[in-house]
């Protein structure tokens, strides 16, 4: 399976003095795709990035790039990064000031001793790309924030790596110029069909230009999955929790119900109830998990609907328009809810709690 | 999707111990590192086994002891010239503190009329030598040739003489105003980046003016203060020209002067002179040591960058006062000297006096005419081999300064932390000092008595004031910068040459020029290491000092001088104005 992958990560490790910055990690990406490494400040996600473009050397695992072995300790290769190929946008864009626009986009060209007719050409359609013709002989400390990282990502790709990295390439812009790059990137990235890996602790981010995202925390790999998929079925505790808002507490698996539902139990102030769910890869019954429902698929009423009974006090309610933002303290435990119900819940008010069975998910601890 | 999170547990130890790992980058700078490692450490571990070697009575075999320590505590000469030597360093610390702060804080904080047209002028010292300085001093006011003891007989009726430098307050008064702009670099950066509202939240509590300056302004500046002080300090114990003009002569030796004696000269006991060397070493390297590890740390950061632009304070009339003690600064320390030596140079005999009938270029063409067979050898070799050392030495110093910046801040592990220790140590060691190591350990060597040696001296001892320009340049610079060339495609050393280095460039070119200006004027390295054929630009002046006449020092004096100054107003062009504030 893991042939058809253009780019193979496997049992990546690193280490900084004693600490496993990366814990021996495994991935790969077919060609042409999108791949965001998602986690929080830390977690090793630069640190795998430098290792695959070769600044940083890991000390075990491969990495192979098509049918190429770039790196393999076992094998001690480990080619230099000049050598690899690979294009790579950095967090601070890092254009160079002692040069203009065009004669950084055409480094590349020139470090390759092409014919300066080809060069022209290429960097003409690179800076064509990214929209910065007009920029074209600009020196780099005139560029705005937004015109830099055009132009980085102009330098990178000019010179048609086989990969393209991209580490925190919007966290340097404000919110709007960043959600305006964010289409605008992945725009590119799909135009020119390069396989790109992107590193990010913006979950936002990963979901709107990701085909496939890693979730990683203490460099090791926490969920591989598409953006739709990580959202909706989260596996664990942490997933669940960095990627969007979720109801999460601690409870324990009592049934199974075979095709990957089942039944957990959840208690508070001495209050035990069992709720419909749909189990994690790996859940059992006993097993200790966690309940963990988004707060769209939870609903409140003052009227008890069917199902289990899980009766609790408003504590917050804000009028959002299409919905009805509330907490509501059930033991020592609040719901984040955002109820369709129309009638206005005050706060102080006794309301029923109803978790929608299909998007109730069991996770691991 | 093709990925396996369930990835087994693999078990790598963290690595340890070197990797064989050949790439450019490593060699180069492993080399380098390596070359810069046995440059410094070398030396000062020969002066230490040196010094433990005793010279018998016939002057032919040595055995290990400590009577080389025990003759410079207790011989009666050398511990004499301790003494002196601690005295000097002492006062002219306390001169050049309290004209370098105060003439800091006239140009930085009040509205002294014409600052901006005196700065540059308070800095001219740093540049020049002061072995001229003292040479100068010398005509100027020793008792008998003095030009100011004689112009007060001849105008006032004076007849005993009125100043006397040839003694120990004569060596702190020339150290004293030579070295006050290091501790002026020091202070006015601290006190033109001083944050505005400290001193105004204190004016407003009613703290006057004169209360401000001194409870909130003076503290704030304190560590910027004590380091000026003890470069101060450190400089001058190793100062050899100055003593060794107006004191030494007339039986006020220093520790400098007597290393020089047992360097070089007939009673040559490099051993003894080893152990006086250790002795001035272990007190400048602990006092540096000092100065890195517990103040410089200490500076408060008031420094929050650009916008602020402190308060000048309003000296109404007394402002014209701040502008007269500024000129006499620079009267004593620039203009009278450099004139008087000007005027010295133009008699053949100088008598103190000065002869307007008799003024001639004569010992210019004595001392600049290489192509002349009259010329005198020490000086025209001086000229042309101090040339060849200060452009030779300031590039390979800055090629060496380049790599090991790039070491400490490009690579990281127990190279770097050893090369930044490295590039503190020979900052620690007085110039005279670290020489007496390399002629030790190089005498039987075929580069003892050739250029080679002093440029090793040079480099070893100066490198470190290049590595610091670079150092602070390039941290300010990202290595995505260089992460991003080799990602292009280029080379580590395509990198270094297309993307590093032409972003350190101002900086290359301001420590170029500054290691320049400081071996066309070096004296104390010289001194020990050179020999028949290689003398140096001051090597040659104090030939001439010592073996020929006051007016055809004072002519070469005047040539070096003026070859410092063109440096001077290059390197300001070059590096701006701030450029060595620190
Ligand atoms: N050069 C280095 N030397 C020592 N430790 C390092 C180095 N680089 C990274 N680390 C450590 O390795 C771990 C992972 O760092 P890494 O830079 O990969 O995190 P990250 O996921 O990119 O975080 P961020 O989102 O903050 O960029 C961190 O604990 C960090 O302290
Ligand atoms: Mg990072």
Redesign the pocket.
């Known amino acids: 399976m893991s042939d058809n992958n253009y780019l193979q990560v496997n049992h990546l490790v690193?280490y900084?003095?004693d600490?496993r910055?990366?814990d021996g990690i495994s991935f790969g990406i077919p060609e042409g795709k999108f791949l965001t490494?998602l986690?929080?400040?830390?977690?090793?996600?630069?640190?795998?990035?430098?290792c695959i473009a070769g600044l940083?050397k890991p000390d075990a695992g491969e990495i192979r790039i098509g049918s190429d072995p770039v790196t393999s300790i076992e094998k001690r290769i480990n080619t230099a990064p000049e050598k690899r190929n690979i294009g790579m946008v950095f967090?601070s864009y890092a254009i160079w000031p002692h040069m203009d626009v065009t004669q950084n986009v055409a480094y590349p060209l020139e470090i390759r001793n092409m014919a300066q007719s080809e060069i022209d050409d290429r960097v003409a359609e690179a800076l064509k790309i990214v929209g910065l013709t007009d920029m074209a002989d600009k020196n780099a400390t005139q560029l705005s924030g937004g015109q830099q990282q055009r132009a980085a990502l102009a330098r990178a790709m000019v010179f048609r790596p086989r990969l393209l990295l991209f580490?925190?390439p919007l966290s340097n812009l404000d919110l709007k110029l960043r959600e305006q790059m964010r289409v605008e990137l992945k725009r590119i990235q799909h135009e020119i069909g390069i396989t790109s890996i992107y590193?990010?602790?913006d979950q936002a981010e990963a979901l709107v230009m990701s085909d496939e995202i890693i979730v990683?925390s203490k460099?090791h790999i926490e969920q591989t999955g598409g953006p739709h998929n990580i959202y909706a079925r989260p596996v664990n505790q942490f997933v669940s929790n960095f990627i969007g808002v979720a109801n999460l507490t601690e409870g324990r698996i009592v049934g199974n119900g075979g095709g990957g539902t089942g039944t957990i139990e959840i208690s508070q102030g001495g209050e035990n109830v069992q709720l419909p769910c749909l189990l994690a890869d790996g859940l059992s019954e006993g097993d200790e998990a966690y309940l963990s429902v988004r707060p769209e698929n939870v609903d409140a009423s003052r009227e008890p609907m069917d199902g289990p009974r899980i009766e609790g006090e408003v504590i917050q309610s804000v009028f959002l328009g299409n919905c009805l933002d509330c907490r509501v303290k059930w033991g020592e435990f609040e719901w984040k809810v955002l109820a369709h119900s129309r009638e206005r819940l005050r706060v102080g008010e006794k309301v029923y709690v109803r978790l929608d069975p299909d998007h109730t998910l069991a996770v691991k601890p | 999707m093709a990925t396996d999170t369930a990835a087994p547990q693999i078990d790598v130890a963290p690595p340890r111990g070197w990797r064989t790992w050949f790439t450019q980058e490593n060699i180069i700078t492993t080399i380098v590192g390596l070359i810069v490692a046995v440059a410094v450490i070398v030396p000062l571990i020969a002066l230490v086994i040196n010094s433990f070697l005793v010279l018998d009575d016939l002057g032919f075999d040595t055995e290990w002891g400590l009577q080389n320590y025990r003759e410079v505590f207790q011989g009666r000469v050398i511990r004499k010239a301790l003494i002196n030597t601690a005295i000097i360093s002492t006062g002219c610390t306390i001169l050049a503190t309290l004209l370098g702060v105060s003439l800091a804080w006239i140009n930085a904080r009040t509205n002294c009329p014409f600052r901006e047209k005196l700065e540059p002028f308070n800095l001219i010292p740093f540049f020049l030598s002061p072995f001229v300085g003292a040479i100068a001093w010398h005509n100027l006011a020793s008792p008998k040739v003095g030009l100011l003891n004689n112009m007060a007989k001849s105008i006032f009726g004076i007849s005993f003489p009125l100043f006397n430098v040839n003694n120990l307050w004569g060596v702190i008064w020339v150290t004293g105003i030579f070295f006050a702009p290091l501790v002026y670099l020091f202070v006015v950066g601290s006190l033109r980046r001083m944050d505005p509202s400290l001193e105004d939240s204190a004016r407003t509590t009613g703290a006057g003016l004169f209360r401000t300056t001194m409870t909130i302004t003076l503290p704030l500046v304190t560590p910027a203060i004590l380091s000026g002080a003890i470069i101060v300090f450190v400089t001058t114990a190793g100062e050899f020209g100055v003593p060794f003009k107006l004191s030494a002569p007339f039986g006020w030796e220093t520790l400098t002067t007597q290393i020089f004696t047992k360097a070089v000269g007939d009673d040559a006991n490099h051993y003894l002179g080893a152990a006086m060397s250790m002795v001035v070493g272990v007190v400048t390297a602990f006092f540096i040591w000092v100065q890195h590890r517990i103040i410089a740390p200490r500076s408060y950061t008031t420094v929050t960058g650009k916008g602020f632009r402190p308060n000048l304070i309003d000296l109404g009339g007394w402002k014209w006062l701040a502008f007269t003690y500024n000129m006499l600064y620079v009267c004593v320390a620039v203009f009278l000297p450099i004139i008087c030596l000007f005027f010295v140079s133009l008699h053949k005999i100088w008598s103190g006096r000065i002869i307007w009938s008799e003024l001639t270029f004569w010992n210019y063409q004595k001392v600049l005419f290489f192509w002349w067979p009259e010329s005198i050898q020490a000086a025209t070799n001086g000229i042309i081999n101090s040339f060849i050392l200060a452009f030779g030495g300031a590039s390979i110093a800055m090629v060496v300064a380049i790599i090991v910046s790039y070491m400490i801040h490009r690579t990281?592990g127990f190279g770097a932390r050893l090369l930044d220790f490295l590039s503190v140590i020979p900052i620690g060691f007085p110039g005279i000092v670290l020489a007496m190591g390399v002629l030790v350990t190089y005498i039987r060597t075929p580069i003892y008595a050739t250029l080679w040696i002093l440029l090793l001296g040079y480099i070893t001892r100066f490198f470190p004031y290049g590595q610091r320009n670079i150092s602070s340049i390039m941290m300010a610079v990202s290595e995505e910068l260089d992460q991003s060339s080799r990602m292009a495609g280029a080379s580590w050393l395509t990198t270094l040459r297309r993307i590093t280095i032409p972003l350190l460039k101002p900086g290359i070119f301001a420590g170029w020029i500054l290691l320049f200006v400081i071996f066309l004027r070096e004296l104390s390295i010289s001194i020990i290491l050179y020999s028949a054929g290689t003398e140096t630009l001051s090597v040659g002046v104090y030939y001439l000092s010592n073996f020929e006449n006051e007016p055809m020092t004072s002519a070469l004096s005047i040539a070096q001088t003026v070859a410092l100054l063109i440096c001077i107003v290059i390197f300001r062009k070059v590096a701006g104005k701030e450029a060595l504030t620190a």
């Open positions: 690193k900084f003095g600490d910055a990366v490494l986690g929080p400040s830390g977690c090793g996600k630069t640190t795998t990035l430098m940083h967090q580490d925190e590193v990010t602790h990683m460099g | 990281k």
